[in-house]
């Protein structure tokens, strides 16, 4: 069984549109975070977010939303989508007192045009 | 903001060669993780070190915490073709539930 989730692989989009990417996890974990890795491979968190707390990265624009049904789902809506958007999004869950051990999904390639 | 380098950036190599990349920090980190990536998918975590001076193994692949708890390395052994892809450090904060990551070295073990 998979741990973590994504859908879609693959998202090309152009620009102006609005997409989510959705995420689940059937690991039981409490937490469960979005991260964005661009071209040169630097890993960057966006969110964290558990049952109580969302917790919220400063630099990303507020055209990223996240959104979370659940425990075990978080999706990713993004307005008005930029071409500096295109990047690969990493969905990753872990469970409190675990050292914030990440458990990362597949990934979803975003291109915009 | 917490920053983690590592080094080098790129390491190619022969198949049997020894080498060691570095992530090092002005930081103290509550813990520290080595993942790898492969193309295509998402990190996959290798090791997590939690104490100063902590050393690790996993097979050929042995992982040292600074006595500080700022920098860690990474030695692998004896080298191979598997061994290929991204190693990314991250560093979990004392505050939070975050990690910040280091900006990966990308390993490639000809054959």
């Known amino acids: ?113 | 903001t917490q920053l983690l380098e590592q080094s080098p950036q790129f390491l190619s190599i022969q198949e049997g060669e020894n080498l060691t990349v570095y992530c090092n920090s002005s930081s103290v980190f509550s813990s520290l993780q080595w993942y790898r990536q492969e193309p295509g998918e998402g990190p996959v975590l290798l090791v997590t070190v939690v104490t100063g001076g902590e050393v690790k193994k996993l097979k050929r692949l042995t992982f040292q915490f600074g006595d500080a708890r700022k920098d860690s390395s990474l030695h692998i052994t004896a080298a191979q073709p598997g061994d290929t892809g991204l190693y990314l450090c991250a560093g979990a904060n004392n505050a939070g539930n975050m990690l910040t990551f280091g900006g990966g070295t990308r390993l490639m073990v000809k054959p």
């Open chain 1, 1 to 113: 069984d998979t741990a973590v989730s994504q859908t879609p692989k693959y998202l090309v989009t152009q620009m102006g549109n609005d997409k989510s990417i959705k995420c689940e996890q059937n690991l039981g974990h409490d937490t469960m975070y979005w991260y964005k890795q661009d071209s040169k491979k630097f890993l960057k968190i966006m969110f964290s977010y558990n049952n109580k707390e969302l917790i919220i990265n400063e630099t990303v624009p507020n055209r990223f939303s996240p959104k979370s049904p659940d425990k075990a789902h978080l999706n990713l809506h993004i307005n008005s989508l930029e071409l500096g958007d295109s990047a690969v999004y990493f969905c990753a869950s872990s469970q409190a007192g675990t050292n914030y051990e990440q458990y990362f999904g597949p990934g979803t390639r975003l291109t915009v045009t």
